[in-house]
């Protein structure tokens, strides 16, 4: 083993960064109108053809593509620390660790595929 | 012959109990900021539902609708919101913190300093909405 071995979280913050810019600065704001206000009938909820139309243009699936893989990863990151934490278990980290981040990349190729096979 | 001594070192191993956040309010206060990182992955499959039932079809979608409407599912979204909007407040309250606060010698107040997070928040989230209800 190397006298001195090197972290990879680096590698890991650096999604977990822009990924909390991403959630803190646009994720209440698609929480209010998809989750509370457009079910509960306070904002108009635009049909079916016309969500389609934007989800069509390349910017609006740039755009979602980026927001969902950083929050994604962001989440991941934070919730190994959280798990460890919460319930006590740091020896364990190693396998929640693997846990996070692999349905982190496993939500990553979903978003990929979802917003690629686009009609 | 082996030298034993009366008292035998052992190593300080402290322990510590499972529901460790619940002794102080600010343990607790971040564990409930901590835990806004499970409602972040909670929507992110929302939205990918959402995106697959768009694509799927009118049926999909309508049903995609009707499930958000659920009781349970709303307060679940709900209590969403706000641990995600206190998970963002406290992140921005955060910049006085780290930020010098005097300006020709006077004491800039906490939200001054914060206050172009809570801006360009407000347009972002605006111009998000007018996209999202097809005003633009």
């Known amino acids: 083993m190397a006298p001195h071995s090197r972290s990879h979280r680096p590698l890991a913050w650096v999604l977990f960064g822009t990924g909390g810019f991403f959630v803190a600065f646009f994720f209440p704001i698609h929480i209010l109108l998809t989750g509370l206000l457009q079910p509960l009938g306070f904002a108009p909820s635009p049909d079916r053809e016309s969500m389609l139309a934007l989800l069509e243009n390349p910017l609006t699936r740039l755009y979602l593509a980026a927001l969902l893989i950083f929050a994604i990863w962001h989440a991941g990151y934070r919730l190994r620390d959280t798990i460890c934490d919460l319930l006590a278990i740091r020896p364990l980290d190693k396998v ?3 846990l996070c981040y692999i349905s982190a990349a496993a939500v990553t190729i979903a978003v990929i595929a979802l917003l690629v096979c686009v009609p | 012959m082996p030298q ?3 008292f035998q070192p052992k190593p300080y191993r402290p322990r510590m109990s499972p529901f460790w956040f619940l002794d102080r309010w600010p343990y607790f206060k971040f564990i409930i900021r901590e835990t806004s990182a499970a409602f972040v992955a909670y929507f992110v499959i929302v939205m990918l539902v959402q ?3 768009l694509e799927r079809g009118a049926g999909a979608y309508a049903h995609f609708q009707s499930l958000m409407a659920n009781p349970i599912i709303l307060v679940i979204n709900a209590v969403a919101l706000g641990s995600i909007a206190f998970h963002a407040i406290t992140w921005f309250m955060l910049v006085p913190r780290v930020f010098v606060r005097h300006t020709m010698g006077n004491i800039v107040p906490d939200l001054l300093i914060a ?4 801006g360009v928040w407000f347009v ?4 998000i909405a007018l996209f999202a209800l097809r005003i633009i």
Not at chain 2, 124 to 127: F, N, T
Request: glycine share 6%.
């Open chain 2, 4 to 6: 034993y001594s009366a």
């Open chain 2, 124 to 127: 972002a989230s605006l111009l």
């Open chain 2, 51 to 53: 995106i697959y039932a």
């Open chain 1, 96 to 98: 929640v660790m693997g």
């Open chain 2, 115 to 118: 206050a172009p997070n809570f």
